[in-house]
């Protein structure tokens, strides 16, 4: 069975456009299971409710921001081993060294392609199909 028909991926991001539109890619790449939050707290409800495989946040959000739910997965033991991609519409270097500092596995600069969310999914959970 190929990796993305089995994988549960969380979407958080307050914008709809966004989340439709990654859920739209990961769709097309064979992800059928995919949950979606409009911040960070309650991405951070939901993944410790219902963990999933892999979590796309947007950096900038209201509440709590990517960087802090980045932090708080990774300071909760159940939850903390969860592979994390950093959505930004800004690629810079400063932003980029803190996620890493907090355990990012990778980032995506908007605006993406379907293509490139297939590489950086593939660079951290391995081949999905």
Do not use: C
């Not at 900038?60 to 997965?73: C, F, S, T, V, Y």
């Not at 300071?75 to 969860?82: F, L, M, N, R």
Request: hydrophobic content about 45%; glycine content about 6%; overall charge positive.
């Amino acid at each position: 069975m190929p990796l993305a028909s089995s994988m549960t991926v969380l979407v958080v991001d307050d914008q709809m456009t966004i989340r439709s539109l990654v859920r739209s890619g990961l769709q097309q790449l064979g992800v059928n299971h995919v949950d979606e939050a409009a911040d960070g707290e309650q991405g951070l409800r939901q993944l410790v409710a219902r963990p999933a495989h892999l979590v796309i946040t947007d950096f900038n959000m209201p509440k709590l921001d990517g960087l802090g739910l980045l932090r708080a997965i990774r300071a909760h033991p159940p939850i903390s081993k969860t592979a994390v991609i950093m959505l930004t519409g800004r690629a810079d270097k400063e932003l980029v060294q803190r996620a890493v500092q907090f355990g990012v596995n990778n980032y995506l600069v908007k605006p993406f392609t379907v293509a490139t969310l297939k590489e950086k999914i593939e660079a951290v959970v391995g081949a999905l199909t």
